[in-house]
Structures are given as C-alpha cells and as structure tokens.
C-alpha cells in the first residue's frame, strides 16, 4: 500500500506512512490523501477506516474489489465510488470528502489521480469539497475523451469503408461496440445515483451558493458526457448497417449477374436436358447433323441475341454498371 499526502493550498504530493497519514488526517486543516493499495487484495488487508482511523460510520467498504457505483453523504461526509477510464478499461475510485480532507483509494496506480492534481495550479481548490467536484470533473473527462475518440474512430472507420471494405473492419467496429456500451453501462448507474444525491443535497438550505454553483456544473458536465457516450454509440451503429448496406449491395449484384447469365443459358440448358432423354422420336427422327446444329448451336445464339437486346433496351445491364461505378468511387 502507498499512501500519499498533499497539504493544501500549494503543498507537493509526499509519500508517507499510514500512522503518519492518521495523524495528519486528524489534525490538518485542508489535506489530500490518496492511498494505492495492491492491484490484487490480500486477506491480510486491514480495513482503512480502522488504519487511517476514519471517524465516520458506514465505510466499511471503502478499499474493497468491486464495489458498484455510489453517492451519498455520511453524515458530514460525502462518499463516491466513481468510475473512470484508463488505457480503454474502466477502473474505480473511492473517495471520501469532509470540510478538512480528501480522501481517495484505487487499486494500483492510476492516472486520473495526476491529471487530477496538474489541475490544482489552474484551478486552485478552497477546500476539500472543491477539490471533491475537481475529481469528479476529472473522472467525467476521462469518459469524454474516450468517447470522442471513438466517436472519431468509427466515422473514420465508415470512410475507410467506403473506399474498400476489408474483413478486419467488421471485427474494428465490433470492439468500438463493444466500448461504446461498456462506457454507458458503467457511467449512467454513477451518473444517476450522483444525480439523485447532489440535487437533493442543493435542497438543504445550509449548502453554500458556492457549492450550488459547483454542483450545477458538474450536472451539466455529467449530462454532456452521457450525450457524446450516446452519439459514440449512434456513430457505432450507423457504421455497422453501413457495412451492412455495402455487403447487401454487393450481393444484390452479385445475385442479379447470375440471374442475367442464367437466364442466357437456360436455352442450352433445355436442350442438353432434352436430347438426354431416350425417347423413340428423339432417337429415330431427330438423327441428322442439321437438326443437331439448328437446336443445340441456332437455337442458343438466338435466344443469345434476344437476351442480349432486351438488356440493351431495357438498360439493365447499364444500370448494373452505374452502381459499380458508383461504389468505386464511395
């Protein structure tokens, strides 16, 4: 486990002992501590509330693997398990925010935390529930960039198509869909729950302007963030029945160039079928070299002819050109 302790305004991130950081969170009047515990939990993990000696009832769960997405108040305290993106997965943070501190806890390292804390220069937190709504922010900023960036990929994708379809393109957009709905699946549970608890908070007549003005905000941000999630999954979509579209289009021509060859040698095929059957009058009459070439050979070069100018005055066979044409260029 390291944990890490900033003292606010304009502290640097020290890394310090958990007995050091129980005094300093008992005692300092603007702090920030983040703790990193192992990526894979151990059964001798004693609970943090007891380690950093958390004064707060009901945390029995910060630190734990797995836990869904929350936020509530704690008496004086707000908690969060908030979800954000790293490398393409989505990690969790806990974090815990009174008047004095912020507190937060991840399973391994994660970048959201510098991100987090490169934002305090520009930004200049007065106090830890600030800093809270900055990490909140940040933790949406995360879904925002990921879901632009795939939003970006699939249009790109359904150009790229467009101009030559290749079969790695289907299994492309399979894993943009497949983000698209982990990115929804895992913010709008948070985003909901996030919701609920800071509107009713703004209720309360003791919650600061400040703060309103802070939280209305993040609402705002937290609805922006699920809109670009939504157009990514839209842009995903489109994408597919493109694909679709270009594969049936494909087909259909395919399909329509054999019915044009079928139907010019269906005659041949009447022929071959009907000299194969042994009947007496085939047999008997129909014996002379003439009539072998006048059916087998006159009467397919005819029906050849027709077929032939029946696609010229009907204009079939230019229309099926046209959409060559016109794929070639898309």
Request: cysteine-free; hydrophobic content about 45%.
């Amino acid at each position: 486990m390291i944990v890490s302790v900033m003292s606010m305004p304009g502290g640097t991130m020290t890394r310090t002992h958990p007995s050091e950081a129980r005094k300093r969170l008992a005692t300092s009047p603007f702090l920030l501590v983040d703790v990193a515990l192992p990526e894979r939990p151990s059964s001798s993990e004693q609970p943090l509330v007891r380690l950093l000696g958390l004064g707060i009832a009901g945390l029995d769960w910060l630190g734990r693997e797995g836990e869904s997405a929350r936020a509530e108040f704690l008496g004086d305290a707000a908690v969060f398990v908030l979800p954000a993106v790293e490398a393409g997965e989505v990690v969790h943070v806990h974090a815990v925010a009174t008047e004095r501190y912020l507190l937060t806890v991840h399973r391994g390292a994660t970048g959201l935390m510098a991100s987090f804390t490169g934002r305090f220069p520009h930004e200049r937190p007065p106090d830890a529930v600030a800093m809270l709504f900055l990490l909140l922010d940040e933790a949406l900023e995360t879904y925002r960039r990921s879901a632009v960036q795939g939003l970006l990929t699939a249009e790109d994708l359904e150009d790229e198509m467009f101009r030559e379809r290749q079969p790695e393109q289907i299994y492309r957009l399979s894993q943009l869909r497949r983000h698209a709905a982990l990115l929804h699946h895992t913010l709008l549970p948070y985003t909901q729950v996030a919701e609920e608890t800071i509107s009713r908070r703004m209720l309360s007549s003791g919650f600061p302007q400040p703060r309103q003005r802070l939280a209305r905000e993040y609402q705002r941000t937290a609805r922006l963030t699920l809109t670009d999630i939504e157009s990514f999954q839209e842009s995903a979509r489109r994408a597919f029945a493109s694909y679709s579209s270009l594969v049936s289009g494909d087909q259909n021509g395919v399909i329509n160039r054999l019915a044009i060859v079928s139907t010019i040698f269906l005659p041949l095929t009447f022929v071959t079928g009907f000299f194969g059957m042994n009947f007496a009058y085939l047999t008997s009459e129909l014996e002379s070299r003439a009539v072998f070439w006048l059916l087998a050979v006159g009467l397919q070069v005819l029906f050849l002819l027709a077929a032939l100018y029946v696609l010229h005055r009907t204009g079939l066979w230019r229309r099926l050109q046209d959409e060559d044409a016109h794929l070639d260029d898309h």
